[in-house]
């Protein structure tokens, strides 16, 4: 007996292990299906959640950069947060998976519904949900496959990711047919047509400023004449649009026609768009949101403020507020939410402009690509590094991509930020931490 749980333990740390491996930054993709295969014949929930922890802990340990190297968080806090942050989404996507299947008597077949469902629920709830870590990720390099995630998004992936992880349990009674139904099936949504975007240069601003000197604003200043020089030598390979990252100076919008004038004057020659920390009065006083700014011949254009803040980043959920006075990090004054998704409007060019996590949301995304033709995400994962992190927000990008076929442009202060096309394949790329700009034209 001892001998048999001490195996079925073993048997639940390995699947673990290799889902790590398939989402982390070395991109073992193809990890995930034998994960995937071996779980499928746990029937205990003990082991269905050993399983589950030891995957979320270890795909989430990058959080640890942000919360103790920046956030003054003490590290065993720290580890305990993460570690109980996982507990809860095992049993958002581990438990209601298992509840379900158990409740359909282990039925094989539905299990991948299942799977489904606790994605789709964690996606959304609590606090806006965390679509972090879905299964049909792991399409977006599969030959032919990968186009499920064009008919149906990542949920659909996630179905065919699940169906093909445990295909040889079912080549027993269906023998080859189920083999041909899932690899000939994505040819009838084979869609080789994508959003045009018309005529256009552009130039990403890498400025690689570490977040330890973007948290220290007096070091942030020093930097600005370097930032500088790399905007200018960006103009001079005559780009139409500027693209910098979130954030991205240590003024905020309201200083813009002072500490920022020399960028409003780099409008007068190429279009920018850039992110800044906007304050305004609001019913409550001052309020500050997180802005993407669109800056034409000397003077502000349009904006948009980011919709989908990050709790605990960004803001604090009820009933949570009382963790402002334990922890420094996350003091201070709330970001206000924008109001809905937009478009903003560069001639004959439709662009949206979503913020940071905002890319991890399938039907947010979905949303903006209807009035888009060209998707330009800017973010600042200075805070995660070149960890897993880093690489998993990128590769949502790719998804994003794909799924709505359409050129996604990933600006990022740290890097990478590259050209993603609707393929969901980076066509060009800045290497993270370098300081750097890219030239594109479309």
């Given at each position: 007996?001892?001998?048999?749980?001490?195996?079925?333990?073993?048997?639940?740390?390995?699947?673990?292990?290799?889902?790590?491996?398939?989402?982390?930054?070395?991109?073992?993709?193809?990890?995930?299906?034998?994960?995937?295969?071996?779980?499928?014949?746990?029937?205990?929930?003990?082991?269905?959640?050993?399983?589950?922890?030891?995957?979320?802990?270890?795909?989430?340990?990058?959080?640890?950069?942000?919360?103790?190297?920046?956030?003054?968080?003490?590290?065993?806090?720290?580890?305990?947060?993460?570690?109980?942050?996982?507990?809860?989404?095992?049993?958002?996507?581990?438990?209601?998976?298992?509840?379900?299947?158990?409740?359909?008597?282990?039925?094989?077949?539905?299990?991948?519904?299942?799977?489904?469902?606790?994605?789709?629920?964690?996606?959304?709830?609590?606090?806006?949900?965390?679509?972090?870590?879905l299964?049909?990720?792991?399409?977006?390099?599969?030959?032919?496959?990968?186009?499920?995630?064009?008919?149906?998004?990542?949920?659909?992936?996630?179905?065919?990711?699940?169906?093909?992880?445990?295909?040889?349990?079912?080549?027993?009674?269906?023998?080859?047919?189920?083999?041909?139904?899932?690899?000939?099936l994505?040819l009838?949504?084979?869609?080789?047509?994508?959003?045009?975007?018309?005529?256009?240069?552009?130039?990403?601003?890498?400025?690689?400023?570490?977040?330890?000197?973007?948290?220290?604003?007096?070091?942030?200043?020093?930097?600005?004449?370097?930032?500088?020089?790399?905007?200018?030598?960006?103009?001079?390979?005559?780009?139409?649009?500027?693209?910098?990252?979130?954030?991205?100076?240590?003024?905020?919008?309201?200083?813009?026609?002072?500490?920022?004038k020399?960028?409003?004057?780099?409008?007068?020659?190429?279009?920018?768009?850039?992110?800044?920390?906007?304050?305004r009065?609001?019913?409550?006083?001052?309020?500050?949101?997180?802005?993407?700014?669109?800056?034409?011949?000397?003077?502000?254009?349009?904006?948009?403020?980011?919709v989908?803040?990050?709790?605990?980043?960004?803001?604090?959920?009820?009933?949570?507020?009382f963790?402002?006075?334990?922890?420094?990090?996350?003091?201070?004054?709330?970001?206000?939410?924008?109001?809905?998704?937009?478009?903003?409007?560069?001639?004959?060019?439709?662009?949206?402009?979503?913020?940071?996590?905002?890319?991890?949301y399938?039907?947010?995304?979905?949303?903006?690509?209807?009035?888009?033709?060209?998707?330009?995400?800017?973010?600042?994962?200075?805070?995660?590094?070149?960890?897993?992190?880093?690489?998993?927000?990128?590769?949502?990008?790719?998804?994003?991509?794909?799924?709505?076929?359409?050129?996604?442009?990933?600006?990022?202060?740290?890097?990478?930020?590259?050209?993603?096309?609707?393929?969901?394949?980076?066509?060009?790329?800045?290497?993270?931490?370098?300081?750097?700009?890219?030239i594109?034209?479309?």
């Amino acid at each position: 007996m001892f001998v048999k749980r001490y195996e079925t333990i073993i048997l639940s740390v390995v699947p673990a292990i290799l889902l790590y491996f398939a989402f982390s930054k070395f991109n073992l993709w193809f990890l995930a299906f034998p994960a995937l295969f071996i779980l499928s014949f746990i029937r205990n929930f003990k082991y269905w959640f050993l399983c589950g922890f030891t995957f979320f802990f270890l795909s989430l340990l990058w959080l640890r950069i942000a919360m103790i190297d920046y956030g003054g968080v003490f590290p065993l806090i720290a580890y305990f947060l993460i570690a109980l942050l996982s507990a809860i989404l095992v049993f958002l996507q581990f438990g209601i998976s298992w509840l379900l299947w158990k409740f359909s008597s282990f039925n094989l077949f539905l299990l991948p519904f299942f799977w489904v469902v606790a994605e789709i629920l964690r996606s959304h709830f609590p606090y806006g949900g965390f679509p972090w870590f879905l299964i049909g990720e792991m399409l977006i390099d599969f030959p032919l496959l990968k186009y499920y995630l064009t008919a149906g998004g990542v949920y659909l992936g996630s179905l065919i990711g699940w169906y093909l992880a445990i295909l040889p349990r079912f080549l027993i009674n269906f023998k080859i047919i189920a083999v041909v139904v899932i690899f000939v099936l994505p040819l009838f949504f084979l869609n080789t047509s994508y959003k045009n975007v018309p005529s256009l240069k552009i130039a990403v601003i890498q400025p690689a400023v570490p977040e330890e000197i973007k948290l220290r604003k007096e070091e942030f200043y020093k930097l600005l004449p370097q930032y500088w020089k790399l905007i200018e030598r960006a103009i001079e390979k005559n780009p139409d649009i500027i693209l910098l990252p979130e954030s991205a100076f240590p003024f905020t919008a309201s200083y813009l026609y002072s500490e920022g004038k020399k960028l409003l004057k780099y409008s007068e020659k190429a279009l920018v768009i850039t992110g800044l920390i906007d304050i305004r009065y609001g019913k409550e006083g001052l309020q500050p949101y997180n802005s993407v700014f669109l800056l034409h011949k000397g003077r502000v254009v349009d904006f948009y403020d980011k919709v989908k803040l990050l709790p605990f980043g960004e803001y604090v959920p009820f009933p949570f507020g009382f963790t402002k006075e334990i922890f420094g990090a996350i003091g201070g004054i709330d970001y206000v939410p924008g109001d809905d998704i937009k478009c903003m409007k560069v001639g004959d060019l439709h662009l949206a402009t979503p913020i940071c996590f905002e890319i991890s949301y399938f039907s947010f995304i979905k949303k903006a690509a209807r009035c888009a033709d060209l998707l330009v995400v800017v973010t600042n994962d200075a805070w995660f590094r070149d960890s897993d992190g880093t690489f998993q927000h990128l590769r949502q990008a790719q998804l994003r991509a794909l799924e709505n076929r359409m050129y996604v442009v990933w600006v990022n202060n740290t890097g990478p930020s590259a050209v993603i096309s609707p393929e969901g394949k980076i066509l060009k790329k800045i290497p993270y931490g370098k300081r750097e700009f890219l030239i594109y034209s479309f």
